[in-house]
């Protein structure tokens, strides 16, 4: 008897989602899969809507009143909208591939 649920638990066990999950890390699907992932990353110059906002205080100066996502070019962006100490408000386009900014 001991045996038999032995033998019940070490069956459960192998065909379990869990076991396998642990195994599916090391396949060559999920390292292709974290590959892209990271590429996709890296090529990305601007990663956030932080480093957006940053990016355009530097070049243009004012105070960021509000950062959105946009498709620039076909690909990921930011639209960052800032007041500038002589009191014009400004929208800057960011191209998160390039960094390039764009606007007046």
Same mark, same amino acid.
């Given at each position: 008897?001991?045996?038999?649920?032995?033998?019940?638990?070490?069956?459960?066990?192998?065909?379990?989602?869990?076991?396998?999950?642990?195994?599916?890390?090391?396949?060559?699907?999920?390292?292709? *899969?974290?590959?892209? %992932?990271?590429?996709?990353?890296?090529?990305?110059?601007? *990663? %956030?809507?932080?480093?957006?906002?940053?990016?355009?205080?530097? *070049?243009?100066?004012?105070?960021?009143?509000?950062?959105?996502?946009?498709?620039?070019? &076909?690909?990921? &962006?930011?639209?960052?909208?800032?007041?500038?100490?002589? &009191?014009?408000?400004?929208?800057?386009?960011?191209?998160?591939?390039?960094? *390039?900014? %764009?606007?007046?």
């Amino acid at each position: 008897m001991k045996t038999l649920v032995a033998l019940f638990i070490f069956c459960f066990l192998l065909t379990s989602p869990i076991t396998w999950a642990k195994y599916d890390a090391y396949s060559p699907a999920a390292a292709e *899969r974290s590959a892209k %992932s990271n590429q996709s990353q890296k090529a990305l110059k601007v *990663r %956030s809507s932080q480093q957006a906002a940053k990016l355009v205080k530097q *070049r243009y100066g004012g105070k960021v009143l509000k950062v959105s996502k946009k498709n620039v070019n &076909g690909h990921s &962006g930011y639209k960052v909208k800032l007041i500038k100490s002589n &009191g014009h408000v400004v929208t800057i386009i960011v191209d998160a591939q390039t960094g *390039r900014l %764009s606007g007046n």
